[in-house]
C-alpha cells in the first residue's frame, strides 16, 4: 500500500507519480451502499479515476464493510474500501466495477435496484 493511500490525510497531488491513474475532479451524484447492503448514503463524487474516488459524505456517517459507490449519474457501481478519511471526505480505493445498466450476477441486486429508482 502506497503512503498516500495509508495516510488520514487526503492526497493533494502525486508528486511521487504513486498513483496508478489521474484522478479527474468531478461533481457527481452518487450513493454509498455499505454494511452488506443494508444502509445507504447519499455522498458527491469530487475526484474519479478508474482506480479510486474522493467523495463527501454528512458528517459523522460511519462506513461499513462492503462498500460500494454508484455513480447515479452514470449507472456505474464500484466495490470499494477507504484508503483514507479526513472529517466528511473518504478516499476510495476501487476493486471492481459494474455497469448497472445490465443485469449482473456478480453485483449486489440492491445496486441495480437503487439506480434504477433514481433514474425512473
Known amino acids: 500500500m502506497s503512503d498516500a493511500l495509508a495516510s488520514s490525510e487526503p492526497p493533494?497531488?502525486?508528486?511521487?507519480?504513486?498513483?496508478?491513474?489521474?484522478?479527474?475532479?468531478?461533481?457527481?451524484?452518487?450513493?454509498?451502499?455499505?454494511?452488506?447492503?443494508?444502509?445507504?448514503?447519499d455522498c458527491a463524487i469530487q475526484d474519479l479515476s478508474a482506480t479510486?474516488?474522493?467523495?463527501?459524505?454528512p458528517d459523522d456517517t460511519l462506513v461499513g464493510d462492503?462498500?460500494?459507490?454508484?455513480?447515479?449519474?452514470?449507472g456505474v457501481a464500484w466495490r470499494a474500501r477507504v484508503a483514507w478519511r479526513r472529517d466528511n471526505r473518504l478516499g476510495l480505493a476501487f476493486s471492481h466495477a459494474f455497469d448497472l445498466s445490465q443485469v449482473n450476477e456478480d453485483?449486489?441486486?440492491?445496486l441495480r435496484r437503487l439506480w434504477m429508482e433514481h433514474i425512473r
Open 107 to 110: 453485483a449486489p441486486k440492491v
Open 52 to 57: 479510486g474516488a474522493r467523495i463527501r459524505v
Open 12 to 41: 493533494t497531488d502525486d508528486p511521487g507519480g504513486k498513483r496508478r491513474e489521474q484522478r479527474r475532479r468531478v461533481l457527481l451524484s452518487g450513493k454509498l451502499v455499505h454494511s452488506a447492503g443494508e444502509l445507504t448514503v
Open 66 to 74: 462492503p462498500i460500494y459507490l454508484i455513480n447515479m449519474s452514470h
